[in-house]
DNA sequence: CATATTAATATACATATGTCTAATTAAATT
DNA sequence: AATTTAATTAGACATATGTATATTAATATG
């Protein structure tokens, strides 16, 4: 971000003078870097010289760049969660739960649109679990307090939508319906009740394919 | 995928003899290579040992990484349209347009799920317009023959779905509602008529959400 | 004021990678 | 049969990268 290549002198810095990118500072271009040029495209030093600091002081801060890229993930992600619960609790609860979803949606979708990078780095890390893409899952699901999950059930309990597992929609949401692809290594990383097996993977693709064209409701 | 690290002997391959991996062959292994590991993250020597060949081979045969990487393209992209086009001749015209559309969707959704790689480069190319992403949607978009973009004009004819540029739900079907992230350099790539201002992003996002709640019934 | 600690830069190093070139062998051509 | 061409492997080389270490300067501590 900061194009402050003037180099500072070694050292520790001056209170007084000017102070070197912040951790948070550091994080925003390392996750902006990671989702544009994927894990092994997006180099230490050039997230460093993007930030305006020595590569050195990347791996002091974060250890490593498997540190640096959970830090950066972690940053993201508290950052799109936090959007995502002020948006419902701003919500009033005399709306309809249908027009609320909708709203969440939108949101969703926008702030996705304006952090591109958190959702992007889900499929950056390719089509097979691994430790980095088990990092991020994780850190999707842990929070069950997620607006999208509650006005689902909300309106499953209403019977205004269709009985359907949480992960089918919000899959198709965040990570899209192409990214079924990704369900099989998201469904395995969770180790949720939906089946990886070839018939249940079928009937998962059938109900996806549900949802394109008869959308949510019941 | 062919474990055949037995050397080969220098100089031309004897007709009579274990021939080395075809073309194909190694476009495959390339394909989910760059899928699982990212352009950068799969190396060139990887690819070669996992095809049974030196890596001088790969680029004698293609030239170049980039020349390696769109040839893989190709292919995977090849056999993901030929096999939709399969699908939809296959399908008898009595049948209505919306089963039918739903059929292509499963279809899609079952080609993709069986070969992800080609679906996968889209998201590792990251979420900026770059050569490589542009070569992507390019082909994507060259042919318009796509069953689904026929289906979709042939049940808004009639009246059956609502007025909807193709890209819309074909970037959720494909992409995902999450690469909504992506509509934007999708959209760059192809200079469709959708817009990528504030305003136009909006009504984009807005269109989406609407899929997702009420799905393509009109 | 002297010394230890902290926070940063810079350098060193082994390894991996894309590309270019040489070497080698079988087939094709004359 | 001799020679040229094609197809493949192997090695060379410059560059980039992650990590480890040395260096430097400002602050904290006594």
């Given at each position: 971000m900061s194009m402050n290549a003037a180099k500072r002198p070694r050292g520790r810095p001056s209170l007084s003078g000017p102070s070197p990118a912040s951790d948070e500072t550091c994080l925003d271009v390392a996750l902006e870097a990671f989702a544009e040029r994927g894990y092994e495209g997006a180099s230490i030093r050039d997230i460093a010289a993007a930030s305006g600091v020595s590569h050195g002081l990347i791996t002091a801060r974060f250890g490593s760049k498997q540190g640096l890229w959970m830090a950066a993930v972690d940053h993201g992600m508290s950052r799109l969660h936090q959007r995502l619960v002020a948006v419902e609790q701003a919500?009033?609860?005399?709306?309809?739960v249908e027009e609320r979803m909708r709203t969440v949606c939108i949101r969703f979708l926008e702030t996705v649109a304006a952090y591109p990078a958190i959702v992007q780095l889900m499929n950056v890390e390719g089509s097979r679990p691994g430790p980095r893409l088990s990092h991020i899952v994780e850190t999707f699901f842990r929070?069950?307090?997620?607006p999208f999950a509650t006005l689902l059930a909300e309106g499953q309990a209403s019977g205004l939508?269709?009985?359907?597992?949480?992960?089918v929609p919000f899959t198709l949401l965040?990570?899209?319906?192409?990214a079924l692809v990704a369900l099989r290594p998201l469904v395995e990383a969770v180790n949720?009740?939906?089946?990886?097996?070839p018939e249940g993977l079928s009937r998962t693709i059938e109900a996806a394919a549900d949802m394109i064209v008869r959308g949510l409701k019941a």
């Open positions: 919500q009033s609860a005399q709306i309809g929070s069950r307090s997620w939508f269709r009985p359907i597992h949480v992960s965040a990570h899209g319906a192409g949720a009740s939906l089946r990886t097996d």
